[in-house]
């Protein structure tokens, strides 16, 4: 509204407060995850029956399942298996047609198990290396969330030695230590432009570890009903001295020290499972689960950096989750002596309350159809393949922390392979 | 095996790309126009209008403008194209503005003015004083915002002889324009819809000069001319969306340099200064020294060093703005009783504005409640945390008063909420995360 140019003395401004500077960009980065990072793929057999395994005899993935049962399985195994996973997730935000899409990358969730005991003995002794939690989110850095979230890739990696003794000849149990490996990579846009116009970045790097165990039985009945019990205890897993890389423009750098680090534990909440299976004839094999995931641990989400400035504080950012439950169903049929062919669907409730999804894992109540192919390749080698396609709800919400407002919506769809050895 | 795995490779493969190619969408509903009709949207205003940033009238600012992005998502409803009367590349950085340069080690920002491009002669008007011209614009035009003009002068019709923002997007050049009102310029043309951001100046100059350098409009003659400018501007039914002034309070320009920062500054290195003191307004058009209070607004170009400075006066040398014969000059301070004046004016300005819009069913954003709000309680929006702080709360530019890109898409957000409420439209709202705020260097 000045109708001319004067001359600028702005620069004479020496009496404003150092405050002014230091109260720059009250956006501290605050990073968070959500629920939809738990992935169930635990095994090509179990994909195809809509994750069902509790209670079955299928393979060594039952040292994930239920290690109550691996004492109960008529062979030794050594087996492999990845299940290439997209997530395309939606975003639509309130009162504007635009539609902001995740880019297509694939993560790649995989399992190994080998269970072995001698033969005709009472126990057996497994290992699993699996990836339980995980994440693969990539918006890119010019939608409108830039500042909630770029890009996320979580990768949680639990190796378990596991014991499984078979009691009687219808019951057994089992257990196994847990240990995980995570890393994380997360990015996310800081609203301070460049001198051209080109905003900050904030990235945080790192990896660490948790421990855990988790323990099952396994009950056969003379009706040819079987029934498992698993548990999975809580993994809290710590990032210690993660890489913090903050990128803005020069002058603003040293609001931002560097090089710096940040500590982190995130609770990966136990998961608790029954699990039916039934077989009616010799060629159907029936299975029901149903899993209580105890998310109400995750109440929030810290960063402690090594260096705080003014503008860089620890962040401690509420989560509140709740807790979840799923619930499984599958069938697998003999065709052949040498071909199966299995189906199976499930329904999760969502861990995230009202307010609080985010674009890490924008979760919702969700459902899940699968189908899968078993063949025998030899007598001691089975092929399976599975795909399933997974829905999110659509959801509308307005984060209380961004405000970022609009509706979510995701699928995910994700073939899978796996080779199993048995002998 | 080998043919298994290959096989198994392939089926992997092509599954995933065909899935990649799959896309998650959410089914939106069309958005409508309502009852209005955008096929030629006309802006009129000010500087606000003219997309003016950084104490200047720039390339990158034009660009930004409000009008701008209102009109690009008009676009979506069928709205027509928009066309700016923009600087070319060649002269992007138009009438010059400012750039930050960097900090002091005090926290201090460092400004510098980047030199105009696009001036073409400084002339002197007899009994006004300098005009400056600029490039003329020639084409057509959707955006009318012109920097420093008044509601008051909307029927002037030397204004295109003394105002180069207006002068330039005349036909013809200065000194002929001696009969172009600028409510009959950006009416000549038919439109279907316009938005109305005039009246900002009449208060606005007055307090930015610190009360001393301007005067407030009339209230009755502002009445008068809003309701003019209205009834013309919907004289052929068209429907609009008008904005309220804001409280000159509202702005960085006045609540960034303060009475108490600069005592404890001064007290810093003289423990024996007691207070500052000002000319203030007592009444009417009498001003007397008295201390300084929180009440009292100075301006963000008050160059604090001129405080303690030694000043001539029949007592002998007196440090600037530390005694009562030494205040510090009117112009740099909107005083407490300016402050009320000019709030008094604005309420009034306000009243008209929003009972003429009412009366012809516009419109209206209340720029008024929504900065004084912005003020209060800041404003988070997609994860960014705004505020009315000078440089660091992204809304308001390095001149304290406009809008940096992100503020102005702010605004023109604001304006669509109103337009759609009134006229039951459902224009798609920008997207103000990709809008920047200040730049840093």
Redesign the interface.
């Known amino acids: 509204?000045?109708?001319?140019?004067?001359r600028?003395?702005?620069?004479?401004?020496?009496?404003?407060?150092?405050?002014?500077?230091?109260?720059?960009?009250?956006?501290i980065p605050s990073f968070v995850l959500a629920q939809g990072f738990q992935v169930n793929l635990h095994g090509q057999k179990q994909i195809g029956m809509g994750h069902t395994g509790t209670g079955l005899l299928q393979d060594g993935a039952s040292v994930l399942f239920n290690p109550g049962a691996v004492a109960m399985l008529p062979q030794n195994y050594v087996q492999a298996g990845m299940s290439?996973l997209?997530f395309?997730?939606?975003?639509?935000?309130?009162?504007?047609?635009?539609?902001f899409?995740t880019k297509?990358k694939?993560a790649t969730p995989f399992t190994a198990y080998g269970v072995w005991g001698p033969k005709d003995a009472r126990w057996k002794i497994g290992l699993g290396v699996y990836t339980p939690y995980g994440g693969l989110t990539d918006w890119g850095n010019?939608w409108?969330?830039?500042?909630?979230l770029e890009s996320l890739n979580l990768k949680a990696i639990y190796f378990q030695p596991t014991l499984s003794v078979k009691l009687t000849d219808f019951l057994s149990v089992g257990a196994g230590f847990v240990y995980n490996h995570g890393t994380v990579d997360l990015t996310r846009a800081i609203?301070?432009?460049?001198?051209?116009?080109q905003d900050g970045q904030a990235e945080l790097k790192g990896s660490g570890h948790g421990f855990g165990w988790n323990a099952g039985a396994f009950l056969k009945t003379d009706i040819g009903l079987t029934i498992g019990l698993d548990y999975r205890s809580q993994v809290n897993t710590t990032v210690k001295n993660g890489n913090a890389i903050f990128n803005?423009?020069?002058?603003?750098q040293s609001n931002f020290p560097q090089p710096n680090t940040f500590t982190t534990t995130l609770p990966l909440p136990s998961t608790s499972s029954i699990g039916l299976g039934y077989k009616p004839s010799d060629k159907w094999t029936l299975a029901l689960d149903a899993n209580f995931t105890k998310w109400d641990v995750y109440k929030t989400l810290g960063f402690d950096y090594a260096k705080n400035a003014p503008t860089l504080q620890d962040t401690y950012s509420p989560r509140n989750y709740k807790n979840g439950w799923s619930y499984r169903a599958g069938a697998e049929y003999k065709a052949t002596s040498k071909l199966f062919v299995r189906g199976g669907g499930g329904y999760v409730t969502t861990a995230v309350r009202d307010g609080y999804v985010t674009p890490e894992a924008p979760d919702a109540n969700r459902y899940y159809l699968t189908a899968g192919l078993g063949y025998k390749?030899t007598k001691n080698l089975d092929?399976d393949?599975s795909?399933e396609y997974e829905h999110l709800d659509?959801r509308t919400q307005t984060n209380i922390e961004?405000?970022?407002s609009g509706?979510f919506?995701?699928?995910v769809?994700i073939?899978g392979?796996s080779l199993a050895y048995h002998w | 095996?080998k043919t298994?795995s290959s096989y198994?490779h392939i089926?992997?493969v092509t599954?995933?790309l065909g899935?990649?190619a799959?896309?998650?969408?959410?089914n939106?509903p069309a958005?409508s126009r309502g009852t209005a009709d955008f096929s030629r949207y006309i802006s009129v205003g000010?500087?606000?209008t003219a997309g003016?940033a950084d104490?200047?009238l720039y390339l990158e600012g034009q660009l930004n403008s409000y009008p701008s992005i209102i009109a690009a998502q008009m676009q979506?409803v069928g709205g027509g194209t928009f066309t700016q009367p923009l600087f070319g590349t060649d002269q992007a950085d138009g009438?010059?503005h400012?750039?930050?340069t960097?900090?002091?080690a005090?926290?201090?920002?460092?400004?510098?003015?980047v030199a105009?491009t696009a001036v073409r002669n400084q002339v002197t008007v007899p009994n006004f004083g300098?005009v400056?011209l600029f490039t003329k614009y020639k084409g057509d035009i959707n955006n009318y915002g012109v920097?420093?003009i008044k509601l008051q002068q909307i029927t002037f019709g030397q204004l295109g002889n003394l105002?180069?923002?207006f002068e330039r997007m005349l036909p013809t050049d200065f000194p002929t324009n001696t009969n172009s009102t600028y409510l009959d310029f950006v009416t000549a043309k038919p439109y279907t819809f316009f938005t109305d951001w005039l009246g900002?100046?009449d208060a606005?100059?007055y307090a930015?000069s610190g009360g001393a350098g301007d005067v407030l409009t009339d209230k009755a003659q502002f009445s008068q001319l809003y309701n003019l400018s209205i009834t013309q501007l919907t004289k052929t039914g068209q429907k609009g969306a008008v904005a309220t002034i804001p409280d000159v309070t509202a702005v960085p320009y006045f609540n960034?340099?303060t009475v108490g920062?600069?005592l404890?500054?001064v007290q810093k290195a003289n423990p024996a200064a007691k207070a500052l003191y000002v000319n203030a307004l007592v009444s009417g058009t009498t001003y007397a020294p008295r201390v300084a209070t929180a009440a009292d607004l100075i301006i963000?170009?008050?160059?604090?060093?001129m405080i303690g400075q030694p000043v001539s006066t029949p007592a002998g040398n007196l440090p600037y703005g530390l005694t009562p014969y030494t205040p510090i000059d009117n112009k740099y301070v909107l005083d407490q009783g300016e402050v009320a004046l000019t709030q008094d004016y604005v309420n009034a300005y306000n009243a008209t504005i929003k009972s003429v819009a009412s009366s012809k069913g516009l419109a209206i954003f209340d720029a008024y409640t929504f900065l004084n709000n912005v003020k209060a309680n800041g404003l988070?929006?997609?994860?960014?945390?705004l505020?009315s702080?000078?440089?660091?709360g992204?809304i308001f530019s390095?001149?304290g008063?406009?809008l940096t890109p992100r503020g102005y898409a702010v605004v023109a957000n604001e304006f669509i909420?109103a337009i759609n409420k009134q006229y039951n439209a459902?224009i798609?709202?920008a997207?103000v995360?990709?809008y920047?705020?200040?730049?840093?260097?």
């Not at chain 1, 509204?1 to 004067?6: E, G, L, Y």
């Not at chain 2, 920047?436 to 260097?441: C, L, M, Q, T």
Request: hydrophobic fraction near 40%; charged fraction near 10%.
């Open positions: 509204m000045f109708s001319q140019n004067k600028h003395i702005i620069n004479q401004l020496y009496f404003i407060m150092r405050k002014l500077i230091l109260l720059l960009f009250a956006i290439p997209l395309k997730s939606d975003f639509n935000p309130s009162g504007s047609t635009d539609q899409r297509s694939i010019d409108i969330g830039k500042y909630s609203p301070v432009s460049n001198s051209s116009g803005v423009a020069n002058s603003i390749v092929l393949v795909f659509a961004s405000q970022l509706t919506k995701t699928n769809y073939p392979l | 095996m298994y198994l089926f992997l599954g995933l899935f990649a799959c896309k998650t969408s959410i939106t958005p000010n500087s606000l003016y104490n200047g979506k009438s010059g400012l750039i930050l960097g900090f002091n005090d926290g201090t920002p460092k400004t510098q003015q105009a300098t400056t920097p420093g105002n180069g923002y900002n100046n606005l100059l930015t960034t340099v920062a600069i404890a500054a963000l170009t008050f160059p604090t060093s988070v929006v997609d994860g960014v945390n505020s702080a000078y440089i660091s992204g390095l001149d008063v406009h909420k459902s798609p709202l997207n995360s990709s920047r705020g200040v730049k840093f260097p």
